[in-house]
């Protein structure tokens, strides 16, 4: 079961009717249809205040990860864009480095922890800019397991000195980048 690894990422649902902010296709920061099944997830991957804070959805692994073994991680993301929001757009930029963090320690996060920040570490990341807001963009790769983890971690895992955004539209808000995230498979 997925839970909070750092701020409050959102889960969309199709049985949800629109409009409401967790509807699909139509919610509070997007019209997008899941790359499969019926549900998918978002998260901020990018903001300018604040130390650049981060959103992080999280997992544990149905068996942890042997040390020394190859594994693949993938999944899709999309950036989010014209929602029901779309007047005054709360996330109008798309961000690169949305990846996979394995930990061997579950990060609960609730409303009154501190925001994470972002480690500058990641196995598995995309280092250029998701910025296609119709169709999902594939986040692929693998990595040599250096110890038995039993958690995964999806978001960007690196600083705005790092990461590269770019601007979908105006705002008055200061910027943001969410990302849709779907379809995780580690194997």
């Known amino acids: 079961q997925w839970f909070s690894g750092g701020g409050t990422p959102d889960y969309f649902q199709s049985c949800v009717p629109p409009p409401n902010e967790a509807s699909v296709p139509l919610h509070d ?12 997830i978002g998260l901020i991957t990018y903001e300018v205040n604040s130390g650049g804070i981060r959103e992080y959805a999280m997992v544990q692994l149905s068996t942890p990860l042997v040390a020394g073994q190859t594994y693949g991680v993938s999944f ?29 320690q579950p990060r609960p996060w609730t409303g009154f922890d501190p925001w994470p920040l972002a480690t500058g570490n990641a196995q598995v990341f995309h280092p250029w800019i998701i910025a296609d807001t119709v169709n999902w963009t594939l986040v692929s790769g693998s990595f040599v397991a250096d110890s038995a983890y039993q958690y995964l971690m999806v978001g960007n895992h690196y600083d705005n000195s790092i990461t590269d955004t770019i601007s979908l539209g105006p705002s008055i808000q200061l910027p943001r980048a969410y990302t849709l995230v779907d379809n995780v498979c580690v194997s």
């Open 76 to 104: 899709y993301a999309n950036a989010a864009w014209n929602g029901t929001d779309s007047m005054h757009p709360q996330m109008n930029h798309a961000s690169s480095h949305v990846g996979a963090l394995f930990t061997m």
């Open 29 to 40: 920061y997007a019209y997008q249809y899941p790359q499969d099944g019926e549900n998918c």
